[in-house]
C-alpha cells in the first residue's frame, strides 16, 4: 500500500532539546494530521492541518501544511521524557476518507 | 468524547481458527469505520473501510474473503479472521468518523493478535 516518506526514521535527544521531523509525499492531501502512538497502543491525534501553508500549534508542539500540499513538518520544543514514542503524519485523502500514514519517527528522550 | 474501544485486546489462537474483533464506538455515532493492520516496527496500513449497512470495501491486495467486516449499526463494526495463520499475528486497529466528509478519525487502542 501507499506510504508517506517520513524522516528522520529514528531520533535519539537529551531531555530538553528541540526536535523536528518531516513527511512527504507525491500526492496531493486536503489534511495533514500528526499522530504520536505508545507500544500497543493505537495512535493519538496531536495537530490537525486543513490548509495549505497553516501553522499550528498545540502546546510545545507545531506543525505547518506545505504550500504545495505535499509536504508537513512537527516540531516539538523543549521535549521531556513522556515524549517518547512513535510520531506518524498521515495525509487524508480528499475524495475518501483515507488516511495514508506515513512511515513513522521513533522519538527517543534522555534525562 | 469520541472514544473508539475494541475487543479484545490480546487475542491468542490456534492456526486454522477464526478469530472476531469488535470496534465500538463509545460516545458518538459512527457512519464511517476503517480497520488498519500494522505488522512490528512499520506503520499502520488500511484494510478497509466499511460504511454503516452496506459492504466494506477492501484496499488492494486484502482479501475480503479472509477479513470479513462487518457493520451492522452506527456503534459497531466487526472483523473476523478467518482461518488465520501466523503470517495473520499483527496489530489490528480500528478507527471511526462521525460523517463521512474530513471528520477526524478516533482511533481505538488496537487488538494484538497472535496465531500460533
Known amino acids: 500500500g501507499q506510504q508517506l516518506n517520513q524522516s528522520p526514521q529514528s531520533m535519539f535527544i537529551q531531555e530538553g532539546e528541540d526536535v523536528s521531523m518531516n513527511c512527504t509525499s507525491s500526492s496531493i492531501f486536503n489534511t495533514w494530521l500528526w499522530y504520536k502512538q505508545d507500544p500497543g497502543e493505537g495512535p493519538v491525534l496531536l495537530i490537525a492541518?486543513?490548509?495549505?501553508?497553516e501553522l499550528t500549534s498545540n502546546g510545545r508542539l507545531t506543525a505547518q501544511f506545505g504550500i504545495t500540499r505535499k509536504d508537513s513538518f512537527l516540531n516539538i520544543s523543549a521535549s521531556i521524557p513522556s515524549d517518547v514514542g512513535i510520531y506518524f503524519c498521515?495525509?487524508?485523502?480528499?475524495?475518501?476518507?483515507?488516511?495514508?500514514f506515513g512511515t513513522g519517527t521513533r522519538l527517543q528522550v534522555f534525562p | 468524547g469520541a472514544v473508539v474501544s475494541q475487543h479484545p485486546s490480546r487475542v491468542i489462537c490456534k492456526s486454522g481458527t477464526s478469530v472476531k474483533i469488535e470496534c465500538r464506538s463509545l460516545?458518538?455515532?459512527?457512519?464511517?469505520m476503517f480497520w488498519y493492520r500494522q505488522f512490528p516496527k512499520q506503520s499502520l496500513m488500511l484494510m478497509a473501510t466499511s460504511n454503516e449497512g452496506s459492504k466494506a470495501t477492501y484496499e488492494q491486495g486484502v482479501e475480503k474473503d479472509k477479513f470479513l467486516i462487518n457493520h451492522a449499526s452506527l456503534t459497531l463494526s466487526t472483523l473476523t479472521v478467518t482461518s488465520a495463520h501466523p503470517e495473520d499475528s499483527s496489530f489490528y486497529i480500528c478507527s471511526a468518523t462521525r460523517t463521512s466528509r474530513t471528520d477526524t478519525q478516533y482511533f481505538g487502542p488496537g487488538t494484538r493478535l497472535t496465531v500460533l
Open positions: 498521515a495525509g487524508q485523502e480528499y475524495n475518501t476518507d483515507k488516511l495514508i
Open positions: 492541518l486543513y490548509k495549505a501553508g
Open positions: 460516545d458518538f455515532q459512527a457512519t464511517t
